[in-house]
């Protein structure tokens, strides 16, 4: 009888306690977010303020709208919108050819 009863403890001790876990329970695992998953993207504001027309354009990302426009932030949600081109002054880059002579007598 003594050695049913340290056989049952030996069972309950090593294979039975381990599986069941302990006694204050499992921490809950919340996995994060990774850094190179973008979930959204950023869109830039835009620059000038968008006409009824414009407004009815809606979109999320650049590749929604037609070739040339972009998908920005504005008053009245995400719209397609050509974006201003930087102006550029044409400035002739090239030295000058002409050559400033003097000749005294």
């Not at 303020?49 to 995400?78: K, L, V």
Request: aromatic letters at 8%; one cysteine or more.
């Amino acid at each position: 009888m003594k050695w049913l009863v340290l056989q049952l403890l030996t069972l309950y001790c090593l294979v039975i306690t381990p599986v069941t876990g302990s006694l204050r329970g499992k921490p809950i695992y919340i996995p994060e977010r990774r850094d190179f998953i973008v979930s959204k993207p950023i869109l830039r504001d835009c620059e000038k303020i968008p006409n009824i027309h414009e407004c009815r354009r809606y979109c999320n990302f650049d590749i929604e709208c037609n070739a040339g426009d972009y998908c920005c932030s504005s008053s009245c949600g995400n719209v397609c919108m050509k974006i201003a081109e930087p102006e550029t002054s044409i400035e002739n880059d090239n030295p000058s050819t002409t050559v400033a002579t003097m000749s005294f007598p």
